[in-house]
């Protein structure tokens, strides 16, 4: 089975930065990319997404401003740099790479990456 592979999370202090890499299969070069989150005892939430080609990408409004998202497709990564964290940004963060307008179940996804953020 496809499966994305994560990396580079962590803790850190309020305000400090990490940045997550997302290491994808070669199948999903021609899939947007994106990143969701999911905080304890809350649903899964989109975060950042970054079309096929790179050209474009969205962001939720919690996040646009503060994280940016990257893709090397030479390499077949996807990056989120994440600046200025906040508690509220505490959690498991999932990569996914998706064909249709939003990742389904039924999409390529990573096992997850735990992001704590201390205040």
């Known amino acids: 089975q496809v499966q994305l592979v994560e990396s580079g999370g962590g803790l850190v202090q309020a305000g400090g930065s990490l940045r997550l890499s997302c290491a994808a299969p070669?199948?999903?070069?021609?899939?947007?990319m994106g990143w969701l989150r999911q905080a304890p005892g809350k649903e899964r939430e989109f975060t950042a997404a970054?079309?096929?080609?790179?050209?474009?990408?969205y962001y939720s409004d919690s996040v646009e401003g503060r994280f940016t998202i990257s893709r090397d497709g030479a390499k077949n990564m996807v990056y989120l740099q994440m600046n200025n964290l906040k508690p509220e940004d505490t959690a498991v963060y999932y990569c996914?790479?998706?064909?249709?307008?939003?990742?389904?179940?039924?999409?390529?996804w990573g096992q997850g990456t735990q992001v704590t953020v201390s205040s």
């Open positions: 996914a790479a998706y064909s249709g307008d939003y990742p389904s179940d039924n999409d390529y």
């Open positions: 070669e199948i999903a070069s021609k899939y947007a």
């Open positions: 970054i079309s096929w080609s790179g050209r474009s990408t």
